[in-house]
């Protein structure tokens, strides 16, 4: 018997929903309207399924790690628009055209994490400002 795996998604989103594997004959694909299968086993927290086929999230250029004088202007590069951006677990705004600019007025250790559309990745980054 094949063993197999399938990775099951919303079409509508390209959002995974789970994968499963096994023996062909053991493996129950159900059909649901907004569901539908593709072959392999992949991470929703890493993937999506674009145009049929299982790819990276994509991710911003937001770095885990950063360093500024306060006042200075720091422009975050690869952030979609519609992105929710926290400071310290505290709403700030969204993200519009223009990008994200952040900029701190007070020295001290910030925690800033920008909660974007799927199908991007969640990003979370410890400030330290002088």
Request: with cysteine; charged share 20%; hydrophobic share 40%.
């Amino acid at each position: 018997m094949p063993f197999i795996s399938r990775t099951a998604f919303r079409p509508s989103s390209g959002k995974i929903l789970l994968s499963v594997e096994g023996n062909d004959e053991f493996v129950i694909l159900d059909v649901e309207p907004d569901k539908d299968w593709i072959a392999g086993s992949f991470n929703g927290d890493t993937h999506y399924v674009s145009d049929g086929a299982a790819v990276s999230r994509p991710v911003t250029g937001l770095p885990s790690a950063h360093s500024l004088a306060s006042g200075v202007d720091w422009s975050v590069p690869d952030v979609p628009e519609g992105t929710l951006v926290l400071i310290d677990g505290v709403e700030v705004g969204t993200v519009d055209a223009t990008g994200l600019v952040l900029s701190f007025s007070l020295a001290g250790l910030w925690r800033v994490t920008l909660k974007p559309p799927f199908p991007w990745i969640e990003a979370s980054c410890e400030v330290t400002v002088t």
